[in-house]
């Protein structure tokens, strides 16, 4: 028991060291617990709308950053089963468009269901406590990553050019993790009309490419592991981290799994919650 209390402890203080100092505003004090519905990203300039940067730069921490990582340094849990879903999670939060109740209640529903596939009770045990401690910890987060997320992925353009900065963008993703199919890009892309709806799509391709996102060594667990290992304190950039083995889809993929994402506009809207699109 004192060991997690210890374990608990060390997690909070190296939480307090990596945030910066808070400043306080109005929408602080909405509530007690964190923001849902955080700002959409919007250009200044009336004539010009956002649309995602190429190349997309989507990168993960992995399930340590979103919380219970201490405990996992102890055997208590076994994140790699979440590991694609956390992945997917940052991933959201970085394309352009997205939002972060969005974001938060696909990764909950692509959590839920990877426990619910685990036949193992003991392990089922596990990963269900793991995602509760993960659940909790969402309900208290901030706009400040997200937001910033949203910042470094969106570009302002000219309305009167957002069709052919779409497709631009749509196209240049299959170009690179699905040339054989790239010829579908222009008609996914009509259908993502709008913001919300080209992050959909988005969402669901990086879904179906997993490839597309970096891995990378969360700080703050490492600082952790420094202290656990009784290294002390290093101050460094994250670092790439070794993705676990797992099936990636193959680039060429057959026509009918192609026309999974050739869903209907309702299908590929962010505001419409799809759990499949994860999983």
């Given at each position: 028991m004192r060991s997690l209390l210890q374990i608990l402890l060390l997690t909070a203080i190296v939480i307090l060291i990596e945030q910066p100092a808070p400043v306080f505003s109005i929408d602080d004090f909405e509530s007690f617990g964190g923001q849902k519905n955080c700002p959409k990203f919007k250009c200044k300039k009336t004539d010009e709308a956002p649309v995602p940067k190429w190349p997309m730069r989507l990168a993960s921490t992995g399930c340590s950053s979103i919380g219970g990582g201490g405990i996992s340094m102890m055997g208590g849990s076994d994140e790699r089963v979440l590991e694609p879903c956390c992945n997917l999670y940052h991933a959201c939060t970085q394309i352009c468009g997205s939002t972060k109740s969005f974001c938060d209640s696909s990764l909950e529903k692509?959590?839920?269901a990877t426990c619910d596939a685990i036949q193992n009770g003991d392990a089922k045990k596990k990963?269900?406590?793991?995602?509760?401690?993960?659940?909790?910890?969402?309900?208290?987060?901030?706009?400040?990553d997200f937001n910033q997320g949203q910042q470094n992925s969106c570009k302002c353009v000219k309305k009167s050019d957002l069709d052919?900065?779409?497709k631009g963008v749509v196209r240049s993703f299959y170009e690179k993790f699905n040339p054989d199919?790239?010829?579908k890009a222009d008609s996914l892309a009509a259908k993502a009309s709008a913001s919300n709806?080209?992050?959909?799509?988005l969402i669901k391709?990086?879904?179906?490419?997993?490839?597309?996102i970096k891995s990378m060594k969360d700080p703050a667990q490492q600082r952790m592991e420094d202290m656990m290992n009784g290294g002390g304190?290093?101050?460094?950039?994250?670092?790439?981290?070794?993705?676990?083995?797992?099936?990636?889809?193959d680039a060429h993929d057959s026509d009918a799994d192609e026309s999974e994402i050739e869903d209907s506009d309702e299908r590929i809207e962010v505001g419409n919650?799809?759990?499949?699109?994860?999983?």
């Open positions: 692509c959590m839920d990963c269900e406590g793991n995602v509760s401690t993960k659940k909790m910890m969402l309900q208290f987060s901030k706009c400040n052919e900065k779409r199919n790239v010829d709806k080209l992050a959909g799509l391709l990086v879904a179906k490419y997993p490839k597309a304190f290093r101050d460094e950039k994250p670092k790439p981290k070794k993705e676990a083995k797992r099936e990636d889809v919650i799809v759990c499949n699109q994860w999983i």
